[in-house]
């Protein structure tokens, strides 16, 4: 099939719809089952920013049952539309940026595909903020100096001198791994597999060993004084929760694609996703609860948790082992996906070294040492903010695949500029309406979020959909376009 497309596409001049990276895979070359995905998702979910998701509910004020169910009810409904999407990938052997031009259109693909390699910069940028603050945490025990370097960054950045040498010199080093290539993360990403997950039991045994026993540490009540201030805090961060994996819903086309039928991506994801993160969580979890108790501070990020250890060795020996599980972790997860959808833009121009350049400076743009500074910037600023951009997405390509196309479509248009997706000038504007109106409601909540507008009786209502996010774009989104495209064809069927 990739070669017949590869043909089509030569005669029809057709080459920046079609790479052999974009082509379709062959049933012949598909591989994976149903352990490589609960393998795949047992690997992404053990990493920093599962545990500082886990802590950060419970520095906000709940109890490990409460942290552990919101967690668990968050990724069984994120689950639906990984599942869901991950159906063309099986069926079809195709990529995120080729099903996207199914309800986008051939060019317009684009503003989904730029929109989600934007946010997996923001995750670049967290990650990369994460490893060079954990250098940053080992070398001032050794050299204390590097804390007390001249401020060079304006208040306004909230950058220290030291901790921003580190990040800059981390970052070159993810930089660094770019150009050499993603092959050179291999080894790496085997030292991940191996030492996340006894990491996490040693810090587990740690956290139990030192409060005396697991029942004492969990024994701790929630800090909300009535359900009302609960529910206040339960569905943003269940929202939070959901935009955790949002990224991954929308281009799990690019795994599943290689599945070698339905049963094994669906199966895999149920096995792999929850339980996963639930596991991980709930020793997160734990470790947070027990900091309470031993240092009567809630200590939900485990490198501030292990500068409280008293050997400089131990210490360095876990920011080491940090920096270089985040350094996998974030060429694997957060840099291959966004430069190749930036190459995708202009594959004649922009290799995956360029779109993996692009990523790193956008990774900076964000600021991310602000992002995860505290647990509210985090899940409000960060998770639910860019869970407002892709709900919309999520809906109206599960809206076009499952309602308007039935499940059927035509492979050689999906690589044509004058196919069936073309639509006008490759741009399909009804879903880029539909994504305009499911975005809309979030603005003022996010605007009043970040402190742009203050709270008024006239946006307070609105203001209260931002708690939601993800939900209210994915529904309004979605049946929006539903609506509009079901109208369209009787309009067409009526001519």
């Not at 668990?72 to 990938?89: Q, S």
């Not at 099986?90 to 989600?116: C, E, H, M």
């Not at 800059?168 to 791994?177: E, P, S």
């Amino acid at each position: 099939m990739s070669e017949q497309l590869l043909d089509q596409s030569h005669q029809h001049g057709n080459d920046a719809l079609f790479s052999e990276d974009l082509a379709p895979i062959p049933h012949n070359k598909r591989s994976w089952g149903t352990w490589n995905y609960a393998a795949l998702w047992i690997s992404m979910s053990l990493c920093i920013p599962t545990y500082l998701l886990a802590g950060s509910l419970i520095k906000g004020g709940m109890n490990w049952w409460e942290a552990i169910l919101t967690i668990l009810i968050g990724n069984i409904v994120v689950l639906i539309p990984m599942i869901l999407n991950g159906h063309a990938g099986a069926k079809y052997g195709i990529p995120f940026p080729v099903l996207a031009r199914v309800s986008f259109g051939t060019k317009g693909a684009n503003i989904p595909a730029i929109l989600r390699a934007i946010v997996a910069c923001g995750w670049f940028g967290i990650q990369t903020w994460i490893g060079g603050d954990s250098i940053y945490k080992m070398l001032v025990l050794w050299i204390p100096s590097l804390g007390t370097l001249p401020q060079i960054f304006p208040d306004s950045f909230g950058l220290q001198t030291g901790p921003a040498i580190c990040f800059f010199l981390f970052w070159l080093l993810n930089m660094f791994v770019v150009y050499l290539g993603v092959d050179s993360i291999k080894k790496l990403l085997v030292f991940k597999a191996f030492f996340l997950p006894l990491a996490s039991l040693a810090l587990l045994w740690w956290a139990i060993s030192s409060v005396g026993s697991l029942g004492t540490i969990l024994d701790q009540s929630s800090s909300f004084a009535n359900s009302s201030d609960f529910f206040a805090f339960f569905f943003p961060a269940l929202t939070g929760v959901v935009g955790f994996w949002a990224t991954v819903s929308l281009n799990i086309t690019d795994f599943t694609r290689y599945a070698v039928n339905q049963k094994a991506q669906i199966k895999g994801q149920i096995i792999g996703l929850p339980p996963s993160m639930a596991i991980f969580s709930f020793i997160a979890i734990t470790v947070t609860l027990s900091t309470t108790l031993l240092y009567k501070t809630t200590l939900w990020d485990p490198m501030e948790l292990s500068m409280h250890f008293e050997s400089k060795v131990m210490i360095s020996f876990v920011m080491i082992a940090i920096a270089i599980s985040t350094l996998a972790t974030n060429i694997a997860a957060n840099i291959v996906s966004p430069a190749n959808d930036f190459a995708n833009i202009s594959p004649s121009k922009i290799n995956f070294k360029t779109g993996g350049y692009i990523t790193g400076i956008i990774g900076i743009m964000i600021f991310p040492w602000k992002l995860i500074a505290d647990p509210s910037g985090y899940i409000f600023t960060w998770l639910i903010a860019y869970s407002s951009l892709l709900g919309p997405i999520g809906g109206i390509m599960i809206a076009d695949y499952y309602f308007i196309r039935k499940q059927q479509l035509s492979l050689n248009d999906l690589y044509m500029q004058k196919g069936i997706y073309s639509f006008t000038n490759g741009f399909n504007r009804l879903a880029i309406w539909a994504l305009i109106l499911g975005v809309l409601p979030n603005i003022p909540g996010f605007l009043l979020n970040i402190k742009v507008i203050g709270i008024d009786t006239t946006w307070h209502w609105l203001s209260g959909l931002y708690n939601y996010a993800w939900f209210v774009g994915f529904f309004v989104s979605g049946i929006t376009y539903l609506l509009m495209m079901k109208q369209n064809q009787s309009k067409d069927l009526s001519h």
